[in-house]
């Protein structure tokens, strides 16, 4: 057995004027499993990396134990420092002895060396029984697939391709463009939607690393990050693909007022999107038209706020005293939501451009009045506190962004999270476009909802990060994780010992554990990728057949015994 | 694709906080060298000075400390802090650009954050960062400090050193990305906000450090002038912003931030009777409505829709007079609070540059227009969420050709 070196550190009496390091240097030396211990003054200044090296090497050990300040004081920069250096870091375990020892028990330097020994004996015997999981390296199919070709959709895949990565463009509809092609004209600059994504519309079909497939569904989604087998179900019939990414760019839809404010029974009563085709089709005329925000959205059902209505309604009242002069715009609102500097300054811009803003309270809506065709709505004013009818001749409901069936299948077929609304879920707060499993990113709508600009931005960024992870042409299965140093190492599950019950199986968040059918028996089998060394089938498996090695049933069980060993 | 093909590049990142740390660690996992130029002393912005994240109420920290981490380990980010961009210059197909790195009195490769300067220093100048720098290291506050170099003997690893200089390096890279982020504006032009008038008129960012579980009062909710328990705080929102004589944008993150310090408030000390004056409650992230709509109901925070005309000490220190009319129910109103929280006052910061320079253009509001290469505060009023959105996006544009 190879054996252990310990280093001590004295931080300049920082740990050395509490914790007796001489007993505690004598105590370790009559360890046997001990090679030698050292005390020190420094482990972390400049040069002190180089001199623990040389130690190192000098002895021939692999496993060392440095007992000094915590992993969020410097020791993360020795072991950085070692590795620079050339030591094999999994086997440097750091010891805590200056903010866990000395300084929270400063007053009881006793009971600190006491704790100091416990420690290091804890760390000796992980050390003599950790085991090293086995890396897997993962050859990486460097192709990516973009499901959705709207705003976010279309700059993913520009950005994949512009990056040089061979991108998969799959779409539900004949056409690219997505819920921008029944927008004339899109804020805050005004300016036509589909010529907005015309230029990516554009680069998709020049940019010959871009393949489209319109009219087209994922029908399955096998395999795991790195190496995703895909069937798509298309107009030619069914395709297999082999990506190393996915982006997620499925979209929204946008809610129905069945039944509200007499919508679909009373005439001129329309959606934003109903809006949008009359703009396109010149039949947008009308003397005064009232626009009704939040309908269906910020309630008890959907107590969410949809983002982009309240702009949208701005666009559209500018828009119609635009195009019929002399027409009055009305926006009915509760919370003009416009943040930020673009959104304020259009906001100011409507208010300039005489656009009445009256605000309601969600516990008084206003009341349509109108019986096949609308004729008004009533309104109480919280501002001036008066109840008000205004003559419209026409009604424009703005109702939020749902979530889509369709992604929502497609969440469960990748397994990865949605929000208790049915959004994708995202790695919360500082990655918005990363979900919890490698390799699957979300962008646009189907994320959350979200106007164009921000959904090609999004885009953007999520081609970004599909990009950091295809460029790698072997993926090792230990790196994978957002921690810096990588993950723990993955569970291994011992097929002699497991009887097949499945509890792995069915706790795995991640779903890294698969039955396995060998003979006439299941067993348990972890996919290293998947694996992000929680620990969740180690503590449901009944026989300990499912094992982490780094912190195997033994080391640890050692460990508490040590760890209790004077207690007893 | 094959990675030869890879055209490596080297960008320099104006601003590291969660916005630069985030467009740096994308641009380094795919392969190219990034440098981070910083002023303050550490990585993590304004961030780091959180206390808390909305809509989790979870420790803003942790998921930061990550960042900075990986930043600090990956070999492809090199990170200037104390440092300031001098000058920006056009130079064959990329950019020449002049930085100016001052030494910190304490050495942060050689402090071991033992704290004796700060034991030892009579005017206790010499303090840690903050509490979550990583690693944690020393400074001293060169403003106030009385030069006794007391503290130099007392180190006892020779950390701290007065006579350094200033040092200058040049980089050569490829594209710049700006992130330069947020600084509080001055509110005194305003003078009816009372700001700078009596201790318990202090600004969000002021309040959120004052409050911080880590701060000096470990999270105890005290008013700044006594040190006792407020009876009564108010959130003014939009406090110098959406207002034509300040600054005319949302800073957007305002809303949100009031509605975490309100419930924060509460949660630590449910005596006290929070009020937040807004105009327009701004909730457009993800769960953010559902956050606000938990303090309609109860619990000790009251939203009113409403702004001061006029805030002011009452004579005898006897609290706040806020002047207002609930538009709700259109009656002018003045009532007395123990403490005023402004909030809203977020201006985007660039630092100029000497002429000559390349500097980014800037729109009417001070905001880097999208001609040049930007993300977070800077660009546009963001929250953390928006600005590692936009900083991956940024990434992606310092990299490719512009379309």
């Known amino acids: 057995m190879a054996k252990i070196g310990v280093i001590l550190c004295t931080c300049f009496g920082e740990i050395g004027r509490v914790v007796d390091l001489e007993s505690l240097k004598t105590r370790l030396e009559a360890d046997p499993a001990v090679d030698f211990v050292t005390i020190r003054d420094s482990l972390c200044l400049p040069g002190d990396a180089a001199r623990t090296q040389a130690l190192i090497h000098e002895r021939g050990i692999g496993k060392v134990i440095l007992g000094a300040c915590s992993t969020y004081g410097k020791m993360e920069f020795v072991r950085l420092a070692l590795a620079r250096e050339g030591t094999d870091v999994r086997t440097v375990r750091a010891v805590d002895l200056r903010e866990g020892c000395a300084w929270v028990h400063g007053k009881d330097p006793e009971g600190a060396s006491r704790r100091a020994a416990n420690q290091i004996e804890m760390e000796i015997a992980l050390l003599q029984n950790r085991r090293d999981s086995k890396d897997v390296a993962i050859r990486m199919q460097q192709e990516a697939l973009v499901i959705g070709a709207g705003p976010a959709g279309l700059s993913a895949a520009c950005g994949l391709a512009r990056l040089g990565f061979k991108t998969h463009l799959v779409d539900r509809g004949s056409a690219p463009g997505g819920l921008l092609n029944v927008i004339t004209k899109t804020f805050p600059i005004d300016e036509p939607g589909p010529e907005k994504i015309k230029n990516l519309i554009d680069e998709t079909g020049r940019n010959s690393l871009i393949r489209f497939y319109g009219k087209t569904k994922v029908s399955a989604v096998k395999g795991y990050a790195g190496d995703f087998k895909v069937s798509l179900a298309g107009p030619e019939g069914n395709t297999a693909l082999r990506v190393g990414a996915v982006v997620l760019a499925t979209g929204a839809r946008v809610l129905f007022p069945q039944g509200l404010f007499g919508y679909g029974k009373v005439k001129n009563i329309i959606t934003q999107m109903e809006m949008e085709r009359r703009f396109a089709t010149g039949a947008a005329s009308c003397k005064t038209a009232v626009f009704v925000q939040c309908v269906g959205a910020r309630n008890s059902e959907r107590p969410y706020c949809s983002t982009i209505c309240c702009p949208l309604s701005l666009k559209n009242a500018m828009r119609v005293m635009d195009e019929n002069p002399g027409a009055k715009a009305y926006v009915l609102h509760r919370d003009i939501m416009t943040p930020g500097s673009v959104l304020e300054a259009y906001y100011r811009k409507a208010l300039q451009k005489g656009v009445q803003f009256i605000r309601f309270d969600a516990d008084r809506p206003p009341e349509m009045r109108g019986k096949d065709q609308v004729s008004g709505i009533e309104v109480f004013d919280t501002i001036s506190g008066v109840s008000r009818t205004l003559e419209t001749d026409l009604l424009v409901l703005s109702t939020p962004f749902i979530p889509d069936p369709d992604a929502t299948a497609l969440a469960r077929m990748l397994n990865i999270p949605v929000d208790k609304y049915g959004f994708y879920a995202e790695v919360y707060p500082i990655h918005p476009v990363e979900t919890r499993n490698d390799g699957i990113f979300i962008c646009g709508t189907a994320r959350w909802p979200v106007a164009s600009d921000q959904a090609i931005a999004q885009g953007e960024a999520a081609a970004m990060k599909a990009a950091s992870f295809l460029g790698k042409e072997d993926l090792s299965a230990l790196t994978m994780s957002r921690v810096p140093g990588g993950k723990l190492g993955h569970a291994v599950a011992d097929a002699a010992a497991c009887t097949g019950c499945g509890n792995c199986v069915a706790v795995c968040p991640y779903e890294a554990c698969r039955l396995q059918r060998t003979g006439n028996r299941s067993v348990s089998r972890v996919i290293k990728v998947r694996c992000k060394a929680c620990g969740s089938c180690v503590s449901v498996c009944p026989n300990g057949a499912m094992q982490m090695p780094e912190q195997n049933y033994r080391a640890v069980g050692e460990m508490i015994r040590r760890a209790f060993r004077e207690v007893r | ?403």
Request: aromatic share 8%; with cysteine; hydrophobic share 35%.
């Open chain 2, 1 to 403: 694709m094959q990675s030869s093909e890879k055209k490596k590049r080297t960008v320099l990142v104006v601003g590291g906080g969660v916005a630069g740390m985030s467009a740096a660690l994308d641009l380094a996992g795919s392969g190219h060298r990034v440098h981070i130029v910083e002023s303050g002393s550490d990585l993590g912005g304004q961030v780091a000075k959180l206390d808390k994240f909305y809509p989790t109420d979870h420790c803003a920290f942790c998921p930061l400390w990550t960042e900075i981490r990986r930043c600090k380990e990956s070999p492809s980010i090199f990170t200037l802090t104390n440092s300031r961009l001098e000058t920006l210059e056009k130079s064959d197909g990329g950019y020449r650009a002049i930085i100016t790195k001052s030494t910190p009195v304490i050495d942060p490769e050689l402090c071991i954050c033992c704290g004796r300067c700060e034991s030892a220093c009579p005017k206790g100048v010499a303090r840690p960062i903050w509490e979550h720098a990583y690693p944690p290291v020393y400074l001293i506050d060169g403003n106030r400090c009385g030069d006794c170099r007391t503290c130099v003997d007392a180190c006892p690893t020779k950390a701290i050193g007065f006579e350094r200089e200033e040092e200058k390096s040049e980089l050569a890279v490829d594209e710049v990305i700006w992130s330069t982020g947020f600084t509080e504006v001055s509110l005194e032009p305003l003078k009816e906000y009372g700001w700078g008038t009596h201790p318990d008129i202090l600004t969000s960012l002021e309040f959120e450090a004052w409050k911080a579980e880590s701060g000096e009062n470990k999270g105890a909710i005290l008013r700044r002038s006594n040190k006792t328990a407020p009876r009564s705080i108010a959130f003014i929102q939009c406090a110098g912003a959406r207002d034509l004589r300040l600054l005319p944008q949302c800073s957007a993150v305002c809303c949100m931030h009031a509605l975490k310090q309100a419930r924060w408030v509460t949660r630590r000390n449910p005596a006290i009777h929070c009020v937040i004056l807004y105009t327009d409650l701004r909730t457009v992230g993800r769960d953010y409505y559902e956050y606000a709509l938990r303090d309609f109901g109860g619990n000790g925070v009251r939203l009113v829709r409403g702004r001061p005309s006029l805030i002011y000490p009452l004579p005898g220190g006897d609290g706040i007079a806020v002047k207002f009319e609930d538009t709700s129910t259109q009656k002018r109103e003045i009532w007395k609070f123990d403490m005023v929280i402004l909030n809203g006052n977020l201006k985007s910061t660039l630092s100029s540059l000497p002429a000559g320079s390349i500097h980014p253009e800037l729109d009417g509001e001070g905001f880097v227009k999208r001609t040049a290469t930007s993300c977070g505060f800077v660009m546009e009023p963001s929250d953390v969420t928006e600005s590692a959105i936009q900083a991956s996006s940024a990434a992606l544009r310092s990299i490719t050709d512009k379309n």
